[in-house]
């Protein structure tokens, strides 16, 4: 027997007509990349979202094709892709941070048609543009006035182009599970992998985001995604602040300390999410300007581990609940939050930072488990890593153009983490699989390392890597940046772990570099580190 009820297809541009419909005036203010402040509502970008699907299908643009985008967070990015999703086609949001010949390769392997493009990144486009083999046409997110001399494929600016149709369009209905986004991974080794994100998957995503014990976002909400759109399907945001009708702060290209601080003043911004970088660059401006956050709320940290000292300042200095996040661009991308749930709840200083530096739990929707290398389940008991596995409606099932099967027999996807999940649910990333430090049989945290060494007041950025010792298989070795100005010895450092580690995670040794490598997304490029430490001996080695 089966239910009655309506058969309402979960379509990602049924958010933007909620949100134009219910919240119609709401503001989305931009940085623009030409500069000045852009302010819009909802029920105008649903109008302009309609022109840019009505002009997309114009161009012969269809169910299922590719519409790349390289683009900051503004009103136009984020209208272009409703407008792209509203016919059936697919946006590809392609990260301007990755190297040229990955934007190349991606561009070819996802076969996009139109290429929407921001001013800043016109001359990285030109200088690629003739490997960029599947463009038909580059459609400059300005207006004609700032449109630049270019020699890319038809470059037409994109508000004369959508100003070429009336805008009498209505939405295409299809299948909810038809492809709405792609976003590549940006991996260590290898190809990129295209990742590609359904109607259904993004519409339930946004609902699970939404969630109280998860983002919680509601129409009195000022929502800044300072999470670039190209990045991990900017953390769901771009749906669920038009579901919940919540007004929106669009950062553009600046996301420097005093211009993240100027949208979140301006703005009264009360919810933001981005990875510790960006924050560690606010932090800095509001010591050195002695400014306050008295709008801000709430701050969703994620990409990498929260750093305690950050979540410390946010909240004992500037009074913003921290809320430290774990997901990945195959899920969507959100996996875990760490909201207190009732037994937390009444933790106050150190040992509320000591739940807050884990993960947190996971949504209705998305399912956890962790396993040894043989895949038997291990204990949630906050001690035992394991590998992390995952599944739900908005995890991964399949790369794009790769029949290889990534998941286990009961539809688990590896994710390639490390953790340990305690009794309450609250999962705590100790590495990346590949990352974790074997010691003796026994397994070493990186990341927890990691987070200890940046605690200390004269380190800039830290990171540990296993390197090969004689005895023990692998030891950790501790790469250390540190801040302009400072000066420290290897046993000052290593002083500083003593007490807070047992005494067998302490680094053998310690490196002084100037520059830790990075990937694309701004996470530490440990390949490479552990490349160039390849030959290290230890001085401890011959014990
Ligand atoms: P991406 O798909 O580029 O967003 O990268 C996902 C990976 O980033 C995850 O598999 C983790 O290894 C790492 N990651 C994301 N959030 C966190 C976090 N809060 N703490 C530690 N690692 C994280």
């Known amino acids: ?77 984020l209208e272009a892709w409703y407008g792209i999703m509203g016919i059936g086609a697919v946006y590809h949001t392609v990260n301007p941070r990755l190297f040229p010949d990955q934007i190349a390769w991606i561009v070819n392997h996802a076969e996009d048609r139109v290429m929407m493009v921001d001013l800043t990144f016109v001359p990285i486009l030109e200088k690629l543009a003739d490997r960029l083999k599947p463009i038909e046409q580059y459609v400059v997110l300005t207006d004609a006035e700032h449109m630049p001399a270019t020699t890319l494929k038809n470059a037409v600016p994109y508000e004369e182009w959508i100003a070429e149709v009336d805008g009498d369009f209505a939405w295409k209905e299809f299948d909810e599970n038809t492809a709405a986004g792609m976003c590549y991974t940006s991996g260590t080794t290898g190809h990129p992998k295209g990742v590609v994100y359904s109607h259904r998957s993004n519409v339930l995503h946004s609902l699970m985001a939404g969630q109280p014990d998860a983002m919680d976002v509601g129409a009195r909400d000022v929502v800044m995604p300072v999470v670039p759109m190209f990045h991990a399907n900017c953390w769901g945001l771009a749906l669920t602040s038009p579901m919940a009708g919540a007004t929106m702060a669009m950062p553009g290209g600046k996301l420097d300390g005093a211009s993240i601080y100027e949208m979140l003043d301006n703005c009264r911004v009360s919810f933001t999410a981005a990875v510790p970088t960006v924050w560690l660059m606010l932090l800095a401006h509001l010591e050195a300007n002695n400014l306050k ?96 596995k995952v599944r739900g409606p908005a995890v991964a099932r399949r790369y794009f153009k790769d029949d290889a099967e990534i998941l286990d027999a009961e539809g688990f996807f590896d994710t390639g983490d490390v953790g340990t999940i305690d009794r309450y649910g609250y999962l705590n990333i100790t590495d990346r699989s590949k990352d974790v430090i074997k010691s003796g049989g026994e397994w070493i945290s990186s990341i927890e390392l990691e987070n200890l060494a940046i605690g200390h007041p004269k380190v800039a950025e830290a990171a540990v890597i296993g390197v090969r010792h004689p005895k023990w298989d692998e030891r950790p070795l501790l790469v250390i940046v540190l801040k302009e100005g400072q000066s420290a010895s290897k046993d000052e450092l290593l002083a500083f772990f003593r007490g807070k580690v047992a005494n067998w995670w302490l680094p053998d040794d310690v490196v002084f570099v100037r520059e830790i490598p990075h990937t694309a997304t701004g996470k530490i490029l440990k390949t490479v580190l552990r490349d160039q430490f390849k030959d290290y001996a230890f001085p401890t080695a011959a014990a």
């Open 1 to 77: 027997m089966l239910g009655l009820m309506q058969d309402w297809q979960l379509l990602c541009h049924r958010i933007l007509d909620h949100a134009a419909t219910q919240h119609g005036g709401r503001q989305i203010v931009s940085r623009s990349v030409e500069g000045p402040f852009h302010t819009t509502n909802y029920a105008e970008l649903r109008v302009r979202a309609l022109r840019v699907a009505q002009r997309l299908e114009r161009s012969g643009i269809k169910l299922g094709d590719r519409v790349a985008t390289l683009a900051w967070n503004t009103w136009r990015h």
């Open 293 to 388: 956050l008295p709008h801000l709320k709430k701050v969703v940290i994620g990409g990498s581990a929260c750093p305690r000292a950050m979540a410390q300042k946010f909240q004992d200095v500037y009074g913003v609940e921290v809320i430290h996040a774990w997901g990945m661009t195959e899920m969507s991308p959100l996996g875990t939050l760490g909201s207190l749930k009732p037994e937390y709840a009444g933790l106050k200083g150190e040992s509320r930072l000591d739940v807050q530096q884990k993960q947190g739990h996971s949504p209705f929707c998305v399912e956890m488990k962790i396993t040894d290398d043989a895949g038997n389940p291990m204990p949630w008991d906050g001690k035992t890593f394991g590998r992390l």
